[in-house]
């Protein structure tokens, strides 16, 4: 039985564009495979940044932690465990100032931790989460995808190739502040039903 794992980052929530694309494409998905369903959603800001204290936490192993980096480690424990649970990954983002809301990158300091979703070889870091499928639902008010100005779509697909994760497709609704906004809407829901077929 596949796993999807669904993050979502717009703070506008189920009403955001990149939400709406997200869900469709999980609706269309699911029936197909019976797949069980994890929902994170990243805008509700309750994902700490990360300090000094938990990054150490995070690298200490599990047996070797004190109680309180046990504490501090928790939520990263339990996002690297519904990443690794998970065949299949929809981030729904939007394009916050060129770049990804300050949520998801919270979210990726946490999740990627030494030794457990990469590690450091001789030559060089390789992903352990292979064999994953993820799919970015995107959205923009002005932003261009894969223009020089847009910062959210090659680092996230870096980062998730970083842990192994190379197989992503980006559905994208962008320059929706247009006079076409709505087309462009359209177009992006019409794009999502053709992945899932």
Same mark, same amino acid.
């Given at each position: 039985m596949?796993h ?16 709406? =694309? ?6 269309? =998905? ?12 990243l805008?509700?800001?309750?994902l ?7 990054f150490?936490?995070n =690298? ?8 309180d980096?046990?504490?501090l480690?928790?939520?990263?424990d ?14 729904s ?23 457990t979703t990469?590690?450091?070889? &001789?030559?060089g870091?390789?992903g352990? =989460? &292979?064999?994953k ?7 923009s ?5 894969g223009?020089?100005?847009?910062f959210m ?17 980006i ?7 247009g006079?076409?906004?709505?087309a462009?809407?359209?177009?992006a ?9």
């Amino acid at each position: 039985m596949t796993h999807i794992l669904h993050l979502t980052a717009s703070i506008r929530g189920d009403e955001g564009i990149s939400t709406g =694309l997200g869900n469709r494409l999980i609706e269309t =998905l699911t029936p197909q495979s019976g797949a069980r369903l994890t929902t994170r959603n990243l805008a509700a800001n309750d994902l700490p940044f990360v300090s000094a204290e938990r990054f150490e936490a995070n =690298l200490t192993p599990a047996a070797q932690r004190t109680a309180d980096q046990a504490e501090l480690a928790a939520i990263a424990d339990t996002l690297i465990a519904e990443l690794q649970a998970a065949d299949t990954i929809v981030i729904s983002t939007p394009i916050y100032n060129f770049g990804v809301p300050a949520s998801v990158k919270a979210w990726a300091d946490l999740v990627a931790r030494a030794g457990t979703t990469f590690k450091y070889t &001789e030559n060089g870091p390789v992903g352990l =989460l &292979e064999g994953k499928k993820a799919y970015i639902t995107a959205a923009s008010g002005g932003t261009p995808i894969g223009s020089e100005m847009d910062f959210m779509s090659n680092w996230l697909i870096f980062f998730l190739g970083f842990l192994g994760i190379r197989d992503v497709e980006i559905v994208a609704a962008d320059g929706i502040m247009g006079a076409d906004g709505e087309a462009k809407i359209k177009s992006a829901h019409e794009k999502v039903a053709a992945l899932a077929a």
